[in-house]
């Protein structure tokens, strides 16, 4: 089937993606929450769709150029979870947001002020969700300081504060953890024992939205979550398999390679490396040891364990990668989301047959 095939490209079998669209939207909807799944991993509207048909209220997205192209590919219900920052931005997002619901993210007083300057100027209200943060030390305010802080956002004119949501991952008291279940209940717990100290407060704090593909199960499962917002699921790849959240069954996308040179048996070079690969995580180092860039599920051992531009270098445990020059393999990226934004086009399996499918939303940056 492959033969036809140039590479590096991206092989995904949409049998496993329903699979794994079925089972995360299945176990979210029987705990009562509501499921809206980042787009990060596959920008592509037809799979947004998809998984709405699945079950998901609407979709999660980081940037406002990303918002535009899954609003022209038909979804109606869009949440940027990132700080909007920027009058380029901002001016955007009001556009888009008088064609379907859009909900901004805000974590400081003074991004705020500058969306509710744009909504006194344009006649626009706004729905915004307060970013807070549970331990990853990444965006979002502090627990600590996020009620003073959700008060005086309640305030700004053109605003309207309905949600606080955080991204955490499999952390556990600050951690990097392996046991989902309970990284995602404490963060559960966190989220929505903030949002019942607003309420108190006298905010209307109608979503509270967290979780991740390792953690979104379970975030579901605490009393007071509303939302969960995974995204990897769709894929899967060798980072969750580490991280306990699937088995390397359960990915649906790999990059078909070829073999270009062996110089040697203890390794072969590919014709895919940074520029096909992502590369934004450290490999052989805690807490997770990734043994490299991609591994391979038809040859146990072989890894991309070494990247340049244009070069992969494979190796073997065995110590012998018994490849040959012009060999096609199947590797499963430790990082499929960042491998799938360095693709123009992507290939769907299904039903016997292949289909090439536009990565729409890819190098959407603004």
């Known amino acids: ?32 929450c509501t499921l809206r799944p980042h787009v990060k991993t596959h920008k592509i509207p037809e ?29 109606r219900d869009i949440f940027i979870a990132y700080p909007l920052v920027g009058d380029f931005r901002i001016r955007r997002a009001g556009e888009l947001s008088q064609r379907i619901r859009l909900i901004l993210a805000v974590d400081s007083l003074a991004g705020a002020q500058a969306i509710s300057a744009h909504a006194i100027r344009t006649g626009t209200v706004f729905e915004v969700r307060l970013e807070v943060d549970t331990g990853l030390k990444r965006t979002g305010i502090s627990l600590e300081h996020a009620p003073g802080l959700a008060m005086s956002i309640s305030m700004l004119p053109g605003l309207k504060l309905t949600g606080i949501f955080t991204f ?8 990097p ?28 704090i109608l979503d509270v939205s967290g979780g991740s593909s390792p953690t979104g199960r379970h975030v579901a499962a605490v009393e007071g979550m509303t939302e969960v917002r995974p995204g990897t699921y769709i894929f899967n790849d060798f980072m969750q398999v580490i991280e306990k959240a699937c088995d390397i069954e359960d990915c649906a996308a790999s990059v078909l390679v070829t073999v270009v040179s062996t110089p040697e048996s203890g390794y072969a070079v590919i014709d895919g490396g940074s520029k096909t690969f992502a590369t934004d995580f450290p490999v052989n180092a805690p807490p997770y040891f990734f043994p490299g860039y991609a591994v391979s599920p038809d040859h146990p051992g072989l890894v991309l364990s070494r990247v340049n531009e244009e070069h992969g270098i494979l190796t073997s445990a065995s110590g012998n990668t018994g490849l040959a020059v012009g060999q096609r393999i199947r590797l499963i990226p430790t990082h499929i989301c960042t491998t799938v934004n360095l693709h123009n086009d992507i290939w769907f399996i299904e039903d016997g047959m292949l289909r090439k499918v536009r990565v729409e939303a890819r190098g959407m940056l603004v």
Request: aromatic share 2%; net charge negative.
């Open 168 to 175: 955490r991952g499999p952390i556990l008291d600050g951690l």
């Open 47 to 75: 799979l947004a769709r998809l998984a709405i048909a699945y079950g998901a209220c609407g979709i999660t997205v980081a940037k406002v150029s990303e918002a535009e192209v899954m609003a022209d590919g038909g979804i």
């Open 1 to 32: 089937m492959f033969d036809r095939l140039e590479t590096p490209s991206i092989l995904v079998d949409m049998r496993k993606v329903r699979v794994n669209l079925k089972r995360m939207a299945d176990d979210v909807l029987h705990s009562g």
């Open 177 to 204: 953890t392996a046991d989902n279940e309970a990284a995602g209940r404490q963060e559960g717990r966190l989220l929505a024992g903030l949002a019942a100290r607003l309420r108190a407060d006298g905010l209307e």
